[in-house]
């Protein structure tokens, strides 16, 4: 079970990518400052690291140059507030093996985590996943239910991928809205009923099952 490390000192942005990782099945720590940040990382103990640029004590590009010196390969995917193309170059050129701009959405991060921890491991891409008669296609972005092929719209389809990979698990209405719509999104909405209602009318009504008072479930 890969590890990975969240350098970041923004609690609610820290505790909403810790969350959203391990309700994927990655074990995660988070440091809140440069200092601690750059010690764990030089440890050796991570697959992957995420690493905020303005932090306490060292800021994040002097955490990554003092690890590449160090020689530690881990793969970094840093996450800023900043968004200029100076900012950027530094980045990747000092070292970084990607880079994210905030504000940003989960399942983008997502996408950026998998490729990278899947390129150090070498591990095969999934292109597709399965679940009975359903399947959802990563590279088409369709799926198929029996022996029809479904289009999806954008987030109909990160919706659906997020029941594919958790098939049988009750997902409730805080953590798709958290890990499909972003951080920043209205726990008082409506609009996780309103895009599972949508899927139910392309797929089939059964394929997704309400679990009164805790959520929807993808029946494994």
Do not use: C
């Amino acid at each position: 079970m890969e590890r990975i490390l969240i350098v970041e000192d923004e609690e609610r942005i820290a505790s909403f990518v810790e969350k959203g990782l391990r309700a994927q099945g990655y074990l995660t720590t988070v440091a809140g400052d440069g200092d601690a940040g750059y010690d764990h990382a030089a440890s050796g103990g991570f697959d992957l690291v995420i690493l905020d640029i303005g932090l306490p004590g060292q800021d994040g590009f002097t955490v990554l140059r003092r690890l590449r010196e160090d020689r530690v390969t881990v793969p970094v995917i840093v996450l800023t507030a900043r968004d200029s193309v100076r900012d950027t170059v530094a980045g990747l050129e000092g070292g970084a093996d990607d880079w994210m701009t905030k504000p940003f959405r989960f399942e983008e991060l997502l996408a950026r985590v998998r490729l990278r921890v899947r390129t150090a491991a070498r591990a095969p891409e999934v292109t597709v996943l399965r679940s009975g008669t359903l399947s959802l296609d990563l590279r088409t972005r369709r799926a198929r239910a029996e022996d029809r092929t479904v289009d999806l719209t954008a987030r109909e389809f990160v919706l659906l991928e997020l029941f594919l990979r958790h098939p049988g698990q009750v997902l409730s209405r805080e953590q798709i809205l958290s890990q499909v719509w972003g951080y920043d999104f209205d726990p008082g909405s409506n609009i996780v009923d309103v895009y599972v209602r949508a899927l139910r009318r392309k797929l089939g009504a059964a394929r997704l099952e309400t679990v009164r008072g805790m959520g929807y479930r993808l029946p494994a």
